[in-house]
């Protein structure tokens, strides 16, 4: 059974810090590349950050570089996004995600959300004041 499961979100105010986690199986995390994708209000889902397989190459939308960081700890079979100098439109619900068929990081969150096999429950983080 594939495992993805986000846990993290919720209420921060304008300006904080929040650290979403996607635990999932090691072969997964060893096998492919993993990712955070996000869907707000009324918007599609899109890529944020993906991490490779190798975990040597990250990759990060324009809207979110130089705010968020996304990592992983093998011993814990967990990726990490540490968000910070959070917006409200960084509002939506955040979805951990791999492909099959990926392997590299930037390929995975360039690839459109219906083409992606794998997705979490996803995590709702909420910026406001």
């Known amino acids: 059974q594939v495992q993805l499961v986000e846990s993290g979100g919720e209420l921060v105010q304008p300006g904080g810090s929040l650290r979403l986690s996607c635990t999932t199986s090691?072969?997964?995390?060893?096998?492919?590349?993993i990712g955070w994708f996000r869907q707000a209000p009324g918007k599609e889902r899109e890529g944020v950050s993906c991490?490779?397989?190798?975990?040597?190459?990250?990759y990060y939308a324009d809207s979110v570089k130089g705010r968020f960081t996304i990592s992983r700890d093998n011993a814990k079979s967990t990726v990490y996004l540490q968000m910070n100098s959070l917006k409200p439109e960084d509002t939506a619900v955040y979805y951990c995600v791999f492909d099959i068929s990926i392997d590299e990081g930037q390929r995975l969150c360039a690839t459109p959300d219906y083409n992606i096999n794998y997705w979490g429950k996803g995590t709702l983080v909420t910026v406001s004041s």
């Open positions: 090691e072969l997964i995390l060893n096998t492919y590349a």
């Open positions: 991490i490779s397989r190798s975990a040597g190459s990250t």
